[in-house]
């Protein structure tokens, strides 16, 4: 556990990528994830990613040094001041800007769950007797050894018009146990980034009633345990990397995880068919809001290379000039500022919470509930600005230099813009908007949040009404 990050000069994270992990695609196990053509891309993205933290320029940007004197990253640090919550979000910028922010389980979001239950486990000491030890312990396995993680919490869509109890076969609970752990049954999803990460947080999404005990259960477990199963949905991954370059490297998988008596030491046990209080992890604030805090920070990312590859669809195409594309490019530059305003301002109201510096939970919910609508919105208007200009392409960069390439030269190139590199942003765009990756993604970002029904209703509910809109309509009337 001393060795820290130092893991990853040695490519030990593509070492344990082999470690026995039961991942399911086209009906097979892949023997070699870091080879295989639906994996590699996005995995050599992400061992390139773990390469930053120990290179001159972007260390000290993505670590921190720890009480021991290692380097971690720093989705790891607990804030204290307002300078510490402008530190991480400085480290997932670099971090989310590297992939245009179209992966969004490279771990920090897990690792923010676990660090603000690390930072606030106090709260549950005299409650809960062995939290706080179970979760120390994991923090810091976890922070040391720079283990990869992500989180299921989602039940099977089996059959909705049943009770989780009806449909217990299919939902994930306790099998049986005895005095060294628990076994468990059943199965979750959507666990994104499942096949390339070390360790996964299973919990239960929504609020379990007193008849559901049994499903109640918070615990990690590692990709490699024994009777797990990683089923893969079909890979998006395109090896051709000039002319799929989002699908050829970012391609993050989503997976259906199947617990076939699956043994959990109670070490990783946190919630034991407990209802109240796995929901009252599911809601603590400091893993809430920390992880909210980077969610918006990739969203941030993400809207800016859209808003970047939408004007420069319309500056080779002469476009500009038009006062209706000015309205559409706006509208994209309206989005991002928006939400980048909402991030810095959570920030700027950020408070204490038991020791800890939290942003606000009101323009983080604001802003990320905003991003369900605005990203389809953002694909839409890219749309409109490309047009048949979208289509207006070679099938391979490679014919621009075959025998008909002095043809294409002429008919594709843009206004100041040549044609290999007016192809090069058409076929960035289209990754963006018509592959079946983009078709993922704009899926994904609608149901980022959860169901944008409920987290609106629920923004709706949890806001202090009377205080901030009722009083101040008084005070007006006076």
Not at 33 to 52: C, M, R, W, Y
Not at 156 to 185: A, C, F, M, W
Not at 308 to 326: C, P, R, S, W
Request: hydrophobic share 35%; aromatic share 10%; net charge negative.
């Amino acid at each position: 556990m001393e060795r820290g990050i130092v893991m990853i000069e040695n490519n030990r994270y593509l070492q344990r990528l082999n470690d026995g992990r039961n991942i399911w695609l086209d009906g097979d196990i892949i023997k070699n994830v870091g080879e295989h053509p639906a994996f590699k891309g996005t995995v050599h993205t992400i061992q390139s990613l773990l390469d930053l933290q120990t290179k001159t320029g972007s260390k000290s940007l993505l670590t921190y040094k720890t009480e021991e004197g290692l380097d971690a990253n720093l989705s790891f640090f607990v804030p204290r001041t307002h300078e510490d919550l402008e530190k991480k979000r400085l480290a997932y910028q670099h971090w989310a800007d590297q992939t245009f922010g179209v992966m969004s389980r490279l771990s920090e979001y897990s690792r923010s769950i676990i660090t603000g239950w690390f930072a606030n486990r106090s709260e549950y000491e005299d409650a809960h007797p062995g939290f706080s030890e179970k979760i120390e312990s994991y923090y810091y396995q976890s922070r040391n050894l720079d283990l990869l993680s992500t989180v299921a919490g989602h039940d099977p869509q089996k059959d909705r018009s049943k009770t989780l109890v009806e449909k217990k076969p299919g939902i994930l609970h306790i099998s049986r146990k005895n005095r060294e752990g628990i076994y468990v049954r059943g199965a979750k999803m959507i666990a994104t980034a499942a096949p390339y990460v070390d360790e996964i947080l299973i919990f239960s999404y929504h609020k379990r009633g007193e008849n559901e005990r049994e499903f109640a259960n918070v615990f990690f477990v590692p990709v490699n345990a024994k009777g797990l199963h990683i089923v893969c949905r079909e890979s998006f991954a395109d090896g051709r990397e000039e002319d799929h370059p989002l699908s050829a490297r970012f391609d993050e998988m989503d997976a259906v995880l199947i617990f076939d008596d699956v043994f959990i030491p109670w070490e990783r046990v946190l919630v034991q068919e407990d209802p109240e209080f796995a929901w009252k992890l599911r809601c603590d604030a400091p893993s809430s809001l920390l992880s909210q805090h980077q969610t918006v920070v990739r969203l941030v990312s993400k809207l800016e290379s859209v808003a970047a590859i939408g004007n420069e669809l319309a500056e080779t195409a002469g476009a500009t000039q038009f006062l209706h594309v000015k309205e559409k490019l706006a509208e994209l530059i309206i989005q991002l500022e928006t939400i980048k305003a909402l991030l810095l301002a959570s920030e700027n109201k950020a408070k204490m919470h038991n020791g800890i510096m939290l942003p606000d939970q009101d323009f983080l919910t604001t802003a990320r509930n905003l991003g369900t609508r605005f990203y389809p919105r953002a694909l839409e208007i890219i749309q409109q600005i490309g047009a048949g200009g979208l289509l207006q392409v070679p099938s391979s960069l490679k014919e621009l230099e075959g025998p008909i390439g002095p043809l294409l030269k002429e008919y594709y190139q843009g206004t100041e813009t040549s044609a290999e590199d007016r192809t090069r942003l058409i076929k960035l765009s289209w990754d963006l908007l018509g592959s079946p990756l983009a078709s993922r993604h704009e899926l994904y970002e609608r149901f980022y949040s959860g169901d944008p029904v409920r987290t609106y209703a629920a923004q709706y509910t949890n806001y202090k009404k009377r205080q901030n809109l009722v009083d101040y309509a008084y005070e007006i009337l006076k």
